[in-house]
């Protein structure tokens, strides 16, 4: 079984500074997804980012990017020029690559997540 | 837009009582899923269903079960809800075979058993 672990509970920003956000997973599969989601207080789960563990190329999305390291099962979450709107709690979530059968069915595997606070 | 509706943002039982979560989507999506969050332990998969009246327990099924009767709706039923079962739940949908990427979630009901 997978096992996904945020060791932060809790992280905080100043304003337009910039965040980084750890997690470090488990698996004995060789490809597989990442993702790193955000809840805000409204709490509606929101997808920040995602990474194909066979793309070497760290993903980004605007200010947001990730370092993946496979070999050491490490995907951590870069939060540049912070603004207000970034404050929430934010998961770290793994999904096995669904197979010709598809019987994994997109089952998310959560981190216990990190509440992130940007102060202005 | 892809919509996932919970039947209830807040919601209090008393111990004893069966409890009803409904979920519903509208895109058609094969895949649903109850997760349950507490704090420090994050999001814990309950139960999901890969099509109507299908379902397979996930990490954490026990005191819980599922109905799944019409496509865009997925029920968690709590047979006689006690207070270790106060929790936020939350739904999820997503196509199967589609894009293999998005999980849509809906806001989720905050369930307090007393």
């Known amino acids: 079984a997978q096992t996904v672990t945020q060791s932060q509970p809790e992280m905080s920003v100043q304003e337009a500074e910039t965040v980084t956000l750890s997690c470090t997973y488990d698996t004995s599969e060789s490809d597989y997804y990442l993702f790193w989601y955000k809840q805000p207080p409204s709490r509606q789960m929101i997808l920040v980012i995602r990474q194909e563990a066979y793309k070497q190329q760290n993903a980004t999305e605007n200010r947001f990017s990730v370092n993946f390291q496979k070999a050491a099962k490490s995907f951590s979450l870069k939060i540049s020029d912070s603004q207000l709107g970034d404050a929430a709690m934010y998961f770290c979530?793994?999904?096995?690559?669904?197979?010709?059968?598809?019987?994994?069915?997109?089952?998310?595997?959560f981190g216990q997540g990190t509440i992130l606070t940007v102060h202005p | 837009d892809v919509k996932v509706t919970q039947s209830s943002r807040y919601l209090v039982k008393r111990t004893g009582e069966k409890v009803f979560l409904e979920c519903v989507q509208d895109?058609?999506?094969?895949?649903m899923f109850w997760y349950r969050q507490d704090p420090g332990l994050g999001l814990r998969l309950i139960y999901f269903s890969y099509d109507v009246k299908m379902k397979e327990k996930g990490d954490i099924p026990e005191g819980y079960s599922v109905s799944r009767e019409k496509k865009e709706r997925f029920s968690l039923i709590l047979e006689s809800a006690s207070t270790n079962q106060t929790s936020m739940y939350l739904c999820?949908?997503?196509?199967?075979?589609?894009?293999?990427?998005?999980?849509?979630f809906g806001p989720g009901t905050r369930l307090t058993v007393t």
């Open positions: 979530a793994y999904r096995s690559r669904e197979n010709a059968g598809g019987t994994s069915y997109g089952k998310l595997t």
């Open positions: 999820a949908s997503r196509p199967m075979g589609g894009i293999p990427y998005e999980q849509y």
């Open positions: 895109m058609d999506h094969e895949n």
